[in-house]
């Protein structure tokens, strides 16, 4: 189970820090991922990062204002989002999946959370 939080609503250039507690069988639990859908889109790639080694993958948009990173012993992937803009306003979903690499590939991931809204305000 995968249970994202630390949504909400930040006027532009604001920040926030979303989370997301693993539980169940971590185990075989390899890459950590973020996504988003805006209303309307299609669900894209955020950020990425690997388990055991801690590489991460940006998408363009968000390379350099947000940073992903992980607790291996609270099972917890993060998502700080610096600068934040309107374009980022989207439902945040966190999601898992059994590749080793920080792949940026929606299918390869396997579980997903419940999502959290984000909103920026201009």
């Known amino acids: 189970q995968l249970q994202a939080s630390g949504g909400g609503l930040v006027q532009a250039g604001g920040s926030l820090s979303l989370s997301c507690a693993a539980s169940g069988r971590t185990e075989s639990t390899y890459a950590m991922g973020w996504f988003r859908q805006a209303p309307g889109k299609e669900r894209e790639f955020v950020a990425a990062?690997?388990?055991?080694?801690?590489?991460?993958n940006y998408a363009n948009s968000v390379e350099g204002r947000f940073t992903i990173s992980r607790s291996d012993a609270k099972n917890t992937v993060y998502l700080q989002m610096n600068s934040l803009k309107p374009e980022d306003t989207a439902v945040y979903y966190c999601a898992a999946s059994p590749r080793r690499a920080a792949t940026m590939y929606l299918k390869e991931y396997n579980y997903w959370g419940q999502g959290t809204q984000v909103t920026v305000s201009s």
């Open positions: 990062i690997a388990w055991s080694v801690g590489r991460d």
